[in-house]
């Protein structure tokens, strides 16, 4: 039985794609190792988003080729955005590569693998609730991808060169996902898609996600339903409205980007920080426990110190439960292409680092208010093996972005682990909480 290891590459989304090729391999009769020495198979899912990401798919191929060297007989696969988008540079770049799959075939993976012909497809690849799945986060929580592709026009962003279109998938296939995972003991799933807000619109149906969450609430297996990635213009007040339901979580993450006028202009952005301001506080009058994640982009060209400082007043009024910065990466084929590269790379390090500064005393601060809370958390796992520190999650803390919860729960951990338990909340730091099981 050959042996594989499928590492996986920036965002939750491709993790999904990597766990429906793991599947697929699963089906197949392949097994399954964690590092890539023991591998027969090693496969690398990359992201092709930015130049960081790009950076570290090369190092991955690098060190995959070098082992290649080293222990013969040994495969390298390589998938992924990055491969979509640079295929003939990275063959040239990487010839020992022994196959290359983009994002339209993931379910022909296997064949890929065993280097047997088939039939390409033409759009990109959007798994249902017949594809196998072997899931790789713990056994509590999981991601449904609800769609693929991108219809927005952000100047700065390559994914719908990458990944084409908008495309919903059905909700009866959701559901029948769901209601698998939640047969498995999921009780947490994450809804995600480049856009969950605009879900359904590609098919000509008003308020989708609306429609979505009302049928999964009939799921009473699954406890909590989060919501990542929405658009700013699509938060619509059925949405709202709905997420005033106990199991969704209170929770959005909304990458608004900037907030000065003339860099959301550039951006083909529709919200500047006056209207981003009104729509929170919008939603913390209607949902007063929302937790709200962003992302920002700093050193777009054109962000000279006056828009830079109208970003960081707009961070210091927001105040955000978490935030995310990415600097500038100047991406071929973009609208912005053509505006440069204007704004240094140390100057953009420099203005990250001044943003995540301001968030780190207001995500302190935020956290204030849970202390001697006493709250459900979902627990994941423990800190090490056959310790009695649990590690969990509240309802205002996303997956692997967010903070975390330390539970102390001496001789507690086997029946805690893979459960939602009432914690008291007992200490803080910046971004994680301390507890114990209450």
């Given at each position: 039985?050959?042996?594989?290891?499928?590492?996986?590459?920036?965002?939750?989304?491709?993790l999904v794609d990597s766990e429906v090729m793991l599947g697929y391999l699963e089906r197949a009769g392949y097994s399954f190792?964690?590092?890539?020495?023991?591998?027969?198979?090693?496969?690398?899912?990359?992201?092709?988003?930015?130049?960081?990401?790009?950076?570290?798919?090369?190092?991955?191929?690098?060190?995959?080729?070098?082992?290649?060297?080293?222990?013969?007989?040994?495969?390298?696969?390589?998938?992924?955005?990055?491969?979509?988008?640079?295929?003939?540079?990275?063959?040239?770049?990487?010839?020992?590569?022994?196959?290359?799959?983009?994002?339209?075939?993931?379910?022909?993976?296997?064949?890929?693998?065993?280097?047997?012909?088939?039939?390409?497809?033409?759009?990109?690849?959007?798994?249902?609730?017949?594809?196998?799945?072997?899931?790789?986060?713990?056994?509590?929580?999981?991601?449904?991808?609800?769609?693929?592709?991108?219809?927005?026009?952000?100047?700065?962003?390559?994914?719908?060169?990458?990944?084409?279109?908008?495309?919903?998938?059905?909700?009866?296939?959701?559901?029948?996902?769901?209601?698998?995972?939640?047969?498995?003991?999921?009780?947490?799933?994450?809804?995600?898609?480049?856009?969950?807000?605009?879900?359904?619109?590609?098919?000509?149906?008003?308020?989708?996600?609306?429609?979505?969450?009302?049928?999964?609430?009939?799921?009473?297996?699954?406890?909590?339903?989060?919501?990542?990635?929405?658009?700013?213009?699509?938060?619509?007040?059925?949405?709202?409205?709905?997420?005033?339901?106990?199991?969704?979580?209170?929770?959005?993450?909304?990458?608004?980007?900037?907030?000065?006028?003339?860099?959301?202009?550039?951006?083909?952005?529709?919200?500047?920080?006056?209207?981003?301001?009104?729509?929170?506080?919008?939603?913390?009058?209607?949902?007063?426990?929302?937790?709200?994640?962003?992302?920002?982009?700093?050193?777009?060209?054109?962000?000279?110190?006056?828009?830079?400082?109208?970003?960081?007043?707009?961070?210091?009024?927001?105040?955000?439960?978490?935030?995310?910065?990415?600097?500038?990466?100047?991406?071929?084929?973009?609208?912005?292409?053509?505006?440069?590269?204007?704004?240094?790379?140390?100057?953009?390090?420099?203005?990250?680092?001044?943003?995540?500064?301001?968030?780190?005393?207001?995500?302190?601060?935020?956290?204030?208010?849970?202390?001697?809370?006493?709250?459900?958390?979902?627990?994941?796992?423990?800190?090490?093996?056959?310790?009695?520190?649990?590690?969990?999650?509240?309802?205002?803390?996303?997956?692997?972005?967010?903070?975390?919860?330390?539970?102390?729960?001496?001789?507690?951990?086997?029946?805690?682990?893979?459960?939602?338990?009432?914690?008291?909340?007992?200490?803080?730091?910046?971004?994680?909480?301390?507890?114990?099981?209450?």
């Amino acid at each position: 039985m050959k042996k594989v290891a499928l590492i996986s590459y920036g965002c939750a989304k491709n993790l999904v794609d990597s766990e429906v090729m793991l599947g697929y391999l699963e089906r197949a009769g392949y097994s399954f190792v964690q590092g890539p020495k023991d591998a027969d198979i090693i496969i690398l899912n990359t992201c092709g988003f930015i130049e960081p990401a790009r950076r570290e798919a090369r190092s991955a191929l690098r060190e995959a080729v070098a082992l290649k060297r080293k222990q013969k007989g040994k495969k390298v696969i390589a998938v992924g955005c990055y491969i979509e988008r640079y295929l003939d540079s990275l063959k040239e770049k990487y010839p020992e590569i022994d196959a290359w799959l983009g994002v339209n075939d993931y379910d022909k993976i296997v064949q890929t693998v065993e280097g047997k012909p088939f039939q390409k497809s033409e759009g990109c690849f959007l798994y249902d609730h017949t594809s196998p799945r072997h899931l790789q986060t713990p056994p509590v929580w999981t991601y449904v991808k609800i769609s693929e592709g991108c219809s927005h026009q952000c100047s700065f962003c390559a994914i719908p060169l990458i990944k084409g279109p908008y495309r919903s998938r059905s909700i009866s296939s959701i559901l029948k996902e769901t209601e698998e995972l939640s047969s498995q003991g999921v009780k947490e799933i994450n809804l995600i898609s480049q856009d969950t807000t605009y879900f359904g619109r590609d098919q000509d149906v008003d308020n989708g996600l609306f429609l979505l969450l009302r049928e999964l609430l009939k799921i009473k297996e699954i406890k909590w339903i989060r919501i990542l990635y929405g658009y700013p213009e699509e938060i619509s007040d059925p949405l709202i409205e709905i997420m005033q339901e106990e199991r969704i979580c209170s929770y959005l993450d909304i990458p608004f980007q900037h907030s000065d006028p003339k860099i959301i202009n550039n951006m083909k952005r529709g919200m500047d920080g006056k209207r981003a301001l009104k729509l929170i506080q919008k939603l913390r009058n209607k949902l007063p426990d929302i937790s709200l994640r962003t992302s920002l982009i700093v050193g777009f060209p054109g962000e000279s110190k006056k828009e830079f400082d109208e970003l960081k007043r707009f961070v210091q009024d927001a105040t955000f439960d978490h935030l995310g910065v990415f600097t500038y990466s100047k991406e071929e084929g973009t609208d912005s292409f053509s505006l440069g590269d204007p704004v240094k790379e140390s100057v953009k390090e420099k203005r990250k680092e001044k943003i995540m500064e301001i968030q780190a005393e207001i995500s302190y601060q935020n956290n204030k208010k849970y202390l001697y809370q006493s709250m459900d958390a979902l627990i994941e796992g423990t800190l090490k093996e056959n310790s009695d520190i649990l590690i969990g999650r509240g309802k205002f803390q996303a997956p692997e972005v967010d903070g975390i919860i330390f539970i102390d729960a001496p001789g507690k951990f086997q029946k805690a682990v893979n459960t939602i338990q009432k914690v008291e909340i007992t200490g803080q730091d910046v971004y994680d909480l301390y507890g114990k099981i209450a």
